[in-house]
């Protein structure tokens, strides 16, 4: 895996393209201008061509192969864990790498015995893997080999959340709330995402501690210049195929004076090509099929209360897209391309 001359085309490769953050990642490259997808791996369905596994992808004519070929560089959409093992040898050959599994997003390898079941196979890597949100995280994603891709609803959550932190203005009790599309559950069949049982329903789960909590706990410690804080998060499921929407709550402290709300928000990501700031509360699918977080903080005067409702794709935002726009950054390329499509609707 040579990268060591610069190419005007990078050969790029998918590690688990039959899922569907694997599949939106092909989607979206395929139409990036510096890219070429020149592998793609996937051991169930190793010897097939893309286009038999999803019809829609049928204009690549790749075919599937169970390890990745020759690449300039990766992205991993394997499964916890998973991810990890087949992410060191590529490093090793001095292929740059974002990692859409939750494997290199915390610091702390303890906790991945505790919120994911298994001892972490890469430990001297987690303070080297860069956090790969970059309306926070842009100069070290820029100089890093390996990128965490952050969760859909960190994403959504800690966008939302961010400005409020940075300004000191909240206390540290904060409420997330999330709902889903299904798709967020990944292309494994299971009883609980079957149509029958999701379908005209909505239902919390997760209420012991979703695994993306730790994660969304770090990173707001972050901004909270590493205050205590007090996380309570609850994801839904809803019966639609993508999109997140997230309300978060929390109450202003003494320090948020007569802030106004909708100017720090525009002014925190005024510079952001991903994040708008909206004058109504925004819909889940105002952001379908693009990379756009959509964010409308408010103000309850009665109870003092801020209330923030952020969202994004699932897919998009909340996975391949921001993918997309970590490697535009590691590789010094417009952060936007590949990315301006809009939204579909309806």
């Given at each position: 895996?040579?990268v060591e001359?610069?190419?005007?085309?990078v050969?790029v490769?998918?590690?688990n393209v039959?899922g569907?953050?694997g599949a939106?990642?092909?989607?979206?490259?395929?139409?990036?201008?510096?890219?070429e997808?020149?592998?793609?791996?996937?051991?169930?369905?190793?010897g097939k061509?893309?286009?038999?596994?999803?019809p829609h992808l049928?204009h690549?004519?790749l075919?599937?192969?169970?390890?990745l070929?020759?690449v300039?560089f990766?992205?991993?959409?394997?499964?916890h864990?998973?991810?990890?093992?087949?992410?060191?040898p590529l490093?090793?050959?001095?292929?740059k790498v974002?990692d859409i599994?939750?494997d290199?997003r915390?610091?702390?390898?303890?906790?991945?015995?505790?919120w994911?079941?298994?001892?972490?196979?890469?430990?001297?890597?987690?303070d080297?893997a860069?956090y790969g949100?970059?309306?926070l995280?842009?100069k070290?994603?820029a100089?890093?080999?390996?990128?965490a891709?952050?969760?859909c609803?960190?994403?959504?959550?800690?966008?939302g959340?961010?400005?409020l932190l940075?300004?000191?203005?909240?206390?540290?009790?904060?409420?997330?709330?999330?709902?889903?599309?299904?798709?967020?559950?990944?292309?494994?069949?299971?009883m609980?995402?079957h149509?029958?049982?999701?379908?005209?329903?909505v239902?919390a789960?997760?209420?012991e501690?979703h695994?993306?909590l730790?994660?969304?706990?770090?990173e707001?410690?972050?901004?909270s210049?590493?205050a205590?804080?007090e996380?309570t998060?609850?994801?839904?499921l809803?019966?639609?195929?993508?999109g997140?929407l997230?309300?978060s709550?929390?109450s202003?402290?003494?320090h948020a004076g007569?802030v106004?709300?909708?100017?720090?928000?525009?002014d925190f990501?005024?510079?952001?090509?991903?994040v708008?700031?909206t004058?109504?509360?925004?819909?889940s699918?105002?952001?379908w099929?693009?990379?756009t977080?959509?964010i409308?903080?408010?103000?309850d005067e009665r109870t003092?209360r801020?209330?923030?409702i952020?969202?994004i794709?699932?897919?998009?935002?909340?996975?391949a897209?921001?993918?997309?726009?970590?490697?535009?950054?590691?590789?010094?390329l417009?952060e936007?391309?590949?990315?301006e499509?809009?939204?579909?609707?309806?």
């Open positions: 895996m040579d001359h610069p190419r005007s085309t050969r490769g998918i590690v039959t569907y953050a939106e990642l092909a989607r979206i490259l395929s139409r990036h201008p510096n890219v997808i020149s592998s793609v791996s996937g051991r169930s369905a190793a061509k893309l286009g038999e596994v999803f049928t690549l004519d075919s599937i192969t169970a390890e070929g020759n300039d990766a992205f991993s959409a394997l499964p864990k998973e991810s990890s093992v087949a992410i060191e490093l090793n050959a001095g292929v974002v599994s939750a290199f915390l610091k702390k390898a303890v906790l991945y015995q505790k994911y079941n298994f001892s972490h196979p890469a430990p001297e890597l987690l080297e860069t949100l970059p309306e995280y842009r070290s994603i100089k890093a080999r390996l990128v891709n952050p969760g609803y960190p994403t959504g959550a800690i966008l959340l961010a400005p940075k300004a000191d203005i909240i206390d540290s009790r904060i409420i997330i709330d999330s709902k889903s599309g299904i798709s967020g559950a990944g292309r494994t069949l299971s609980g995402t149509y029958c049982e999701t379908n005209e329903d239902s789960y997760a209420l501690g695994r993306h730790p994660e969304i706990e770090q707001l410690a972050q901004l210049r590493g205590r804080l996380v998060f609850v994801p839904h809803v019966p639609m195929t993508r997140i997230t309300t709550y929390a202003l402290n003494s007569n106004d709300i909708k100017a720090l928000f525009r990501y005024k510079e952001e090509p991903f708008r700031i004058d109504t509360p925004p819909h699918k105002y952001t099929s693009s990379n977080c959509l409308y903080p408010t103000v003092n801020v209330i923030v952020s969202t794709d699932n897919l998009v935002k909340g996975a897209g921001q993918a997309i726009q970590n490697m535009n950054i590691m590789l010094g417009p936007t391309t590949g990315l499509a809009t939204a579909v609707y309806p």
